[in-house]
């Protein structure tokens, strides 16, 4: 309690010299608050990745094992089941935040929320969507996915799958006010999905027929950035909506 | 330059049914407010509003004589709010708690700012346990230690002695006093008796009436 | 002009407003509904390819433009309301929400009825017919998160971001769906997609579109000024207006 004059003296932030290098920080940390969360409870990443590993078991078992019935639906199933395993772990996007009290300080803080939602769904594709992109080559052998494709599976699922979080954190946020949204979630996310999967199993199939699969990602990336200039700010209002209500 | 946050003709309707109408108020350094009113008149809701947290209210609301709405950033950098749940993760030690609130807060990085910010309120030695091994006390207190760790003029506090025992409670008063007295301002809901030394108002609401009173 | 709206948008004035224009506006659907539809379905010309069975046209047609209508139409009451604040915004938007999806549902169901001839099946993944199937889902969306808040305000506004986003999403969509339907080379024709009708086919279409919009704005009226007093029931001139009817 030294200083005591200074400690309770009005601020205002000086908008030229400061508020870059303190929303760089502030990022940052929540960044890194959010990765170690998730590193003391590695469930959370692992069992999507199970998830994943788990559905793909079941087709050919529900199907059939015939490699090249497999080989013409496994585009299609792998990005279905990537997709459905992204959504498992978006419904903890923010409510545990909201549930002990840290998603309202998040709100107060002096920085733009859209950025701060940001830096929480950048943790999500990092810990969801780009784990399950790398594994999904492995799941495509089992599948017989034909050779020359696997690059652009993994690349189009970790393009798409920022997509998916990005939107995903719209009804992430507007159901964290809602007991047991995780049904609800899905519901609301799963038709704005639609077009991300089309491009994304159409860049697969693409590659498999030897088509240039240039047009299907740079249509995945177009919606990327469209999603990261809207998304943002409907994230931040849906937040606000939630606590509010 | 002192701070100064006012309230005109403040009115909140929830699902049809007004908690307040018409409250006038300023809030100036170097007094308590002490929000009173029975459960669900709508305390955590004038808290939540003159945060900053709640829109859809009438009236208006000014930050140093500017439309808070317009001052937004300069009024948070100014605030610390501590709402009904601390806002501690129970899966990180109260040091990485508070390593987040510090760089949310623009207060740097020190470490040895987040010792001094525990050992205030009393946490010294389980600053390297996860929270949720502590007690609710010590969680509350964990939230606590940001009233040291990133200065505020402007507190508005909810119900901040829950699970506070006797002794923490008169170190929390003691910590208020002081805070008031160096030109701060406090705004608080709590069920519990008050002793603080320094100027104090009580706004009563209920009955879709806000009165001040001092 | 900003006082007019202003003054429109108080639940009172709109609830005397419309209590005089909802009567006009059911008798336009009643007599152009009736007028289209026996035109359409009775004396237009049948089609040189699909014969009796293009007649379903005359609803399929004017429900599917409903539905992407009062999609967008409900987007931009959620926009009034959330910049603005005015309820009744809010009001018209969750009373529309239903005809919406029943709209959507009508025109899926005759998409499928269509299909039977046209197709042999009763469904087809027409590209049409996809994104309405998926117009149809964005509705169902709209209306559960509206319930699933236990604050109304707090539903009102998270259907009116989730309408919103959804409104802005459909372009997209759409493109997406023609695109992955053109990609898979269809085995049949579009059921839509035709040359230049003449003029006896599309005169009758065009009656039936006026009325089913006519059907839109008288249905919303009425059911907005249920809503109306739905929600102003303990404001004083709703309980006077009671009071004066029982």
Redesign the interface.
């Known amino acids: 309690m030294s200083r005591p004059e200074a400690r309770s003296a009005i601020v205002s932030p000086d908008r030229a010299r400061g508020v870059d290098a303190s929303l760089t920080s502030a990022l940052y940390a929540t960044m890194r608050r959010d990765l170690i969360l998730l590193l003391r409870r590695p469930g959370a990443v692992l069992n999507p990745l199970a998830f994943f590993a788990l559905v793909i078991t079941l087709f050919p078992i529900g199907i059939s094992p015939d490699p090249e019935l497999l080989a013409i639906i496994a585009p299609g199933l792998l990005w279905v089941a990537a997709l459905l395993a992204a959504l498992l772990s978006l419904d903890g996007l923010f409510r545990e935040d909201a549930e002990d009290g840290a998603l309202e300080q998040l709100l107060l803080a002096p920085h733009p929320l859209p950025a701060l939602a940001l830096a929480k769904v950048a943790v999500h594709w990092l810990t969801t969507g780009l784990p399950l992109a790398l594994m999904a080559p492995v799941l495509g052998v089992m599948l017989s996915l034909p050779l020359g494709s696997y690059g652009v599976l993994a690349l189009s699922l970790a393009l798409g799958s920022a997509t998916l979080s990005v939107i995903g954190a719209i009804g992430a946020a507007l159901t964290v006010g809602v007991s047991r949204g995780g049904v609800l979630l899905s519901l609301l996310v799963l038709p704005l999905y639609v077009p991300v999967l089309i491009f994304g199993a159409g860049a697969v199939q693409a590659a498999i027929a030897g088509s240039g699969v240039a047009a299907h990602l740079a249509l995945l990336g177009a919606l990327l950035a469209a999603a990261l200039v809207f998304a943002p700010w409907a994230i931040a209002a849906s937040l606000r909506i939630s606590l509010n209500g | 330059?002192?701070?100064c946050l006012e309230a005109r003709k403040l009115a909140c309707e929830?699902?049809?049914r007004w908690l307040f109408r018409d409250l006038e108020l300023v809030i100036r350094?170097g007094e308590v407010l002490r929000v009173e009113g029975p459960n669900g008149s709508g305390k955590t809701t004038l808290l939540k509003i003159l945060?900053?947290?709640?829109?859809?209210y009438r009236g208006e609301l000014f930050w140093?004589e500017e439309p808070l709405h317009k001052a937004r950033?300069?009024f948070?950098?100014?605030?610390l709010?501590l709402?009904?749940?601390?806002?501690?993760?129970?899966?990180?030690t109260p040091l990485?708690n508070l390593?987040?609130?510090?760089?949310?807060?623009?207060a740097g990085?020190a470490e040895a700012d987040r010792m001094s910010a525990l050992e205030?309120v009393g946490l010294a030695g389980f600053e390297d346990l996860p929270a949720g091994q502590l007690s609710a006390g010590q969680q509350r207190r964990v939230a606590l230690a940001r009233l040291?760790l990133t200065?505020r003029?402007l507190w508005i506090l909810d119900e901040p002695f829950t699970a506070i025992d006797r002794e923490g409670v008169a170190d929390l008063e003691a910590r208020l006093a002081?805070?008031v007295?160096?030109?701060?301002s406090v705004v608080l809901t709590t069920h519990q008796a008050l002793h603080v030394p320094v100027p104090m108002r009580r706004i009563r609401l209920g009955e879709g009436h806000g009165h001040v009173a001092s | 002009m900003w006082a007019f709206i202003h003054k429109l948008g108080s639940p009172k004035v709109f609830y005397a407003l419309s209590a005089r224009l909802s009567p006009w506006f059911w008798t336009a659907a009643a007599v152009l509904i009736g007028t289209g539809g026996v035109w359409g379905l009775a004396f237009a010309p049948a089609d040189y390819q699909q014969g009796d069975s293009f007649r379903i046209i005359y609803v399929h047609v004017p429900a599917a433009f409903l539905a992407q209508s009062i999609f967008v139409v409900m987007a931009l009451a959620g926009l009034v309301f959330m910049v603005w604040k005015i309820k009744l915004a809010d009001m018209a938007a969750t009373a529309m929400a239903p005809l919406g999806a029943g709209m959507t549902f009508v025109a899926l169901l005759s998409g499928a009825v269509w299909g039977v001839p046209t197709w042999g099946t009763w469904w087809q993944w027409d590209a049409r017919l996809t994104s309405m199937l998926i117009l149809f889902f964005l509705y169902i969306g709209v209306i559960a998160l509206r319930g699933a808040f236990g604050s109304r305000d707090a539903g009102s506004r998270a259907a009116s971001v989730l309408t919103m986003v959804g409104v802005i999403n459909i372009p997209i969509i759409k493109y997406s769906v023609d695109w992955w339907y053109t990609l898979h080379q269809p085995a049949t024709f579009s059921i839509t997609s035709r040359p230049a009708m003449p003029t006896e086919m599309w005169l009758p279409l065009l009656i039936m579109v006026l009325g089913f919009y006519s059907f839109f704005i008288a249905v919303t009226l009425t059911r907005t000024r249920n809503e109306i007093l739905r929600r102003e029931s303990s404001k004083r001139w709703v309980r006077d207006l009671v009071g004066e009817a029982g």
């Open positions: 330059m002192s701070l929830r699902d049809d350094g945060s900053g947290q709640l829109t859809d140093q950033r300069d948070l950098a100014n605030l709010y709402g009904h749940a601390p806002g501690v993760k129970a899966a990180l990485e390593a987040w609130y510090q760089a949310l807060a623009g990085s205030a040291e200065p003029p002081a805070h007295q160096a030109g701060g």
